[in-house]
């Protein structure tokens, strides 16, 4: 599909195991956008990805999630894969036995579809070019995807994956978490290089120093289970500056009780 992309959420409630989540997320990411999800631990945010991804655990139990016009939540994962949804997860799996080099063809090749597989050699020179431009060595396109990588290399491989099948809507998860300054300088730059009118940026982070590499257009505050505040980058200055606690009081929102896995 072309044109500008959308993601439109609403009313989203997530439940798992019986306990409810997300109690009723709205959300409009278009292409050309970089939307930050701020908040405390436990507050919902990993599970918004999660669920919007497909994962198995998180059941949604109310709302709607459109991209581009199509019903995301009728998708199996596969398929909102192909539509052009890409989650950069915060703990990447390890995979014995597939090359990071195949699986990013195999996995470029089913999103682009029959009949438009990329070449081998020119799959193969975009890819050195692109680790290139994330400091990775070329050794690891042949190295079993994942396995024995650092955390920052992980979250490089995420952003190296991301730079290769060319998503409509990207959700990055926490891509910060775990990175040294170097580090995170070098992920920045590689998501920035993705920045088109055909890419809409989806980031989940902690921290406002993830957002002084990779400038939002709007901030939003997740507390229990909802957005309870937009606004633009100066929001991430005022919490970097002041915490969450002002907001809470403002809000008359209680501490946080959901775990802090989610």
Do not use: C
Not at 42 to 68: E, I, N, Q, R, W
């Amino acid at each position: 599909m072309t044109g500008v992309p959308e993601l439109k959420i609403s009313g989203l409630r997530v439940s798992i195991d019986g306990k409810e989540i997300l109690k009723g997320v709205d959300l409009h990411v278009r292409g050309g956008e970089v939307h930050a999800i701020m908040g405390p631990n436990g507050t919902g945010k990993s599970t918004l990805a999660s669920a919007l991804m497909g994962h198995p655990k998180y059941t949604v139990t109310d709302g709607s999630v459109m991209l581009d016009g199509q019903d995301v939540l009728a998708m199996h994962v596969d398929e909102r894969a192909r539509a052009g949804l890409f989650l950069a997860m915060q703990y990447p799996s390890e995979v014995t036995g597939v090359s990071n080099a195949n699986f990013m063809r195999m996995a470029l090749n089913a999103r682009r579809g029959e009949g438009q597989e990329v070449p081998v050699l020119k799959f193969h020179r975009d890819l050195q070019n692109k680790m290139k431009a994330l400091s990775m060595d070329p050794e690891f396109a042949q190295r079993y995807l994942n396995e024995g990588f650092s955390g920052g290399e992980k979250k490089r491989n995420e952003i190296l994956q991301m730079s290769v099948l060319e998503p409509r809507i990207a959700i990055l998860d926490e891509i910060d978490s775990g990175l040294d300054i170097d580090a995170l300088r070098i992920v920045a730059e590689g998501v920035n290089a993705q920045k088109r009118p055909e890419f809409g940026l989806l980031m989940i982070t902690h921290y406002q120093r993830l957002l002084q590499y990779i400038q939002p257009d709007y901030v939003h505050v997740m507390m229990q289970g909802r957005i309870v505040r937009s606004g633009g980058r100066e929001l991430a200055e005022e919490l970097e500056a002041k915490g969450y606690d002002w907001l809470k009081a403002e809000l008359g929102i209680a501490d946080e009780t959901v775990s802090a896995t989610v």
